[in-house]
Every structure is written in C-alpha cells, then in structure tokens.
C-alpha cells in the first residue's frame, strides 16, 4: 500500500491557520500577550482585627507549694514495712512506711531511765539544800540535769512516733525510694506525696521573653512539647521569677490551670502560648502566607487579574496561625495564602478551592 503525502499547499495552509490562532491572542491593549506559568493557591482578604500576640513555652506539671510533702526517716533505722505504691490515693495520717521499732523504743527506755535518774537526784539535792547540808548551786545543777532530761525524753518519743512515717495530707504518692529491708538515712527522702487537686505548671523562658509576661497573663494549654498536641484548657500565670537559673540560663514561670479537659498528671509535659500583648486593631495575614527572604518575610500579593506580585512586609508579632504586620500591606488586599511557597513573581494565579468548599458545590448534572 502506497502511502500519499499531503500536498505542499495544504501543509502550508495548516502553518497559516496556528499562526492565526496565535495572533488572535492578544492582550487588553491590543498587544500579544506573554505566556505567564499558571499555578493554584488559596488566598484570602487583609483586613484588620484584634490580635493577642503570644509566646510558645514547653513547661512540665509540678505539685504546688504547701500542697506536697517529702518524707524521710527521723533517724537512722531499718524498713520494715511499706504500705504505699506509687499513684496509690492516701488520706491524712495513713501510715505509707515503718521502721524497725526496736532501736527506738532502746532509744526511749533509756531516755525514760535518765529521766528517772534525773528526778531522784534533783529530788535529793533539793532536800539537802533545803536543809542546809549542801550549796544551794547543787539544787540548781540538779535542776539543770532534770530538765536536759525531760527534753531528751520527749525527743526520743517524738522520734518513736516518727519512725511511722504517716501521710500529712489528703493526695497520692508521685515518688517511692523505700526498698524493704534497706537502710533509712534523715537526708533520704523515702516518700513523696502531692495534693492532684492543687498543680501547677513551671514554665522556662529566656530572660528577655520573661520580662514580656506579666501575672495574670491567658496562657493557652497542650499536652506535649508543641501547640499541635491535645488541647488540654486554659491557665493563667502567677508567678514570674525575679533569679536566672544557672544552669539552663532561663527564667521559671509559674502558671495554674483554670480547667482543663481532663486531670493533669505530675511531671505531665505542657506547651504553653502565654498572651504578652493585646491590640484592639491591626493587619493580620494568616501565619501560611509568610514566605521567608533572608532575614525577613515576604508574601504574594494578587492583583484583579490574578497576577502575583511579591512583596517585602514587616512582622510583629505571632502566634501558631496569624502574623500581625506592620508595613507592607493594605486593608483590602489580597495575599496567597495555601500554595504561596510555590509562587514567584508574576505568576498567574488560579485560585484553589478549599476541601470544604469543594465539598459542599452541588455536583455537576450529566
């Protein structure tokens, strides 16, 4: 089969006709227009609204002050019984740890034994005194032996007493250290128990971000080292310390959960967005339209023809969804918002649906 070309004529006049066509295309001023690369990208509308600038702090849970107790051994002594679990509930005076009781009730027998002793001898001295037959300084050291030994024997009953460690307060045990049959120091904490009703939360900011919060100051609260995690409620601080800490160079911040969604657990981490300033009225772009340039940030401003031009802006303050601006922009203005990290300037812009708009638009009828 004998395949026939197309003859000079018509090839010539299929040239003439995309020439054509491409003529046709002309711009608003009658000129060609240029091809410009198309992209997709949201945008929204700058306007002016009240904007509360944040700071984000990772902080952990911590019991309060007076709302916690650390228990240690009065004396040295052995462990005889533990009675608590760590998270387990107590109640005021349940006994959570007892010493061996041998040595202390040694301890108070003879303590008791001096007592006596002591007594019988002022006793004596007294009487001798009294009549004459020796100094009265003899009565008056007598006293003094007397009354040593009163105080050592209500130490060492206080001491017996002591050696059954009891919880002080209403709470559950955060720290068991005591192990059976070990041996118990004063300087050991054995016990750590904490009112879960009463936390706080312990924050750490650089110095220059302390001085910007204030006490009373909204801190919004998640679970974790991120505002992405679990909204856990709301806080407000109360305490910002006045002392650098020396080893991590930052600053304590103390903040106390008004609610919260669910009970917080001690040594929980939190991130927290503390409010540091409040403005009634200013520019505000949502925190995906920053595009950084060098040290600074720009955004993609679209014109009435969809044509994206960039532009230098200054940032105030932020929080995890909108920037405020302070010069660059204009009320009424466009900016790329979704997608603005694909943009260059003078692109076309199509703009792009969002998920849920494209799920509400009626479907298309065949």
């Known amino acids: 089969m004998i395949r026939r070309l197309p003859s000079p004529r018509l090839v010539v006049g299929r040239l003439v006709a995309a020439m054509t066509v491409a003529a046709c295309k002309t711009d608003a001023n009658g000129g060609a227009e240029s091809m410009k690369p198309t992209v997709t990208a949201q945008a929204v509308t700058v306007i002016r609204q009240p904007f509360t600038e944040t700071l984000g702090a990772i902080g952990s849970v911590s019991a309060r002050a007076g709302h916690s107790a650390s228990l240690s051994a009065p004396a040295p002594g052995r462990i005889a019984k533990i009675l608590v679990t760590t998270g387990q ?7 959570v740890i007892e010493l061996d009781q041998a040595p202390f009730v040694a301890i108070g027998q003879s ?50 007493e002591l050696s059954t460690l009891r919880s002080p307060l209403n709470g559950v045990v955060t720290r068991l250290t005591a192990s059976l049959g070990a041996s118990a120091d004063p300087s050991q904490v054995l016990v750590e128990i904490a009112d879960p009703a009463a936390l706080d939360i312990m924050f750490s900011v650089t110095p220059t971000d302390a001085g910007r919060i204030h006490s009373g100051a909204k801190v919004t609260l998640s679970a974790g080292q991120d505002a992405a995690g679990e909204r856990l409620g709301a806080g407000v601080v109360v305490d910002v310390s006045g002392t650098v800490d020396s080893l991590t160079r930052s600053v304590a911040v103390r903040a106390r959960a008004q609610s919260t969604r669910r009970p917080m657990r001690i040594g929980e981490t939190v991130y927290g967005l503390i ?40 940032v105030g303050g932020k929080t995890d969804r909108v920037a405020e601006i302070t010069e660059g922009l204009a009320v009424g203005e466009r900016v790329a918002t979704q997608g603005a990290y694909g943009l260059q300037d003078s692109v076309k812009v199509v703009p792009l649906m969002p998920a849920d708009a494209a799920a509400k638009k009626p479907p298309v009828k065949p």
Do not use: C, W
Not at 89 to 95: D, F, L, Q, W
Not at 117 to 144: F, H, M, N
Not at 301 to 306: L, R
């Open 89 to 95: 509930a107590v109640t005021v005076g349940e006994v």
């Open 111 to 160: 303590a008791d034994a001096a007592l006596s002793a002591a007594q019988r001898s002022y006793d004596r001295q007294q009487r001798l005194a009294d009549e004459g037959i020796v100094p009265r300084k003899d009565a008056e050291s007598a006293s003094a032996e007397l009354a040593k030994a009163r105080a050592d024997a209500a130490g060492a009953k206080r001491i017996t």
């Open 275 to 314: 409010a540091v300033a409040v403005r009634a009225s200013v520019i505000v772009v949502p925190i995906e339209a920053l595009v950084p340039e060098g040290e600074g940030f720009k955004v993609f401003v679209i014109d009435a023809n969809g044509v994206a031009h960039e532009r230098e802006v200054k």
